[in-house]
């Protein structure tokens, strides 16, 4: 027979208030770096885009079709760069995300909080007032 055993600690108000005041700040927190990454994923896909332009353009045999695309995609890059500086939730275009971005996925996951009910707080849960959203 397998019994269960209750993980909870009672709180008081103030604990669980100063809880859900640390878990808000924790997402919060989280959030703004999960910007940052993006924001500076889109630069580097900016940069990747100029070299391409400046070495196309420094190729003399390059065809106009060539310096078109990359000028084309160099101005996709710059597009999606603002969008996502100015919104960082907003979504990258496949097309200008960096050609590393399949690695560093891999080896930098953003996993999903953990939901925590307001019955039972731990200090390093994501907030429940994501869930209010």
Not at 99 to 109: F, I, L, V
């Amino acid at each position: 027979m397998i019994r269960r055993v209750s993980t909870e600690i009672p709180v008081d108000d103030e604990t669980r208030a100063a809880l859900l005041l640390f878990n808000e700040r924790l997402e919060a927190s989280a959030a703004a770096d999960r910007a940052a990454k993006r924001i500076a994923k889109a630069e580097r896909a900016k940069t990747e885009a100029a070299a391409a332009v400046r070495k196309v353009g420094d190729n003399p045999n390059a065809s106009a079709e060539e310096k078109a695309e990359a000028e084309a995609r160099y101005k996709e890059a710059v597009d999606a760069f603002n969008t996502i500086r100015d919104n960082p939730d907003a979504e990258m275009p496949k097309a200008t995300q960096p050609e590393d971005a399949g690695a560093e996925a891999d080896s930098d996951p953003d996993p999903e909080p953990t939901e925590v009910s307001a019955d039972e707080e731990a200090p390093a849960a994501a907030s429940s007032a994501s869930e209010e959203e």
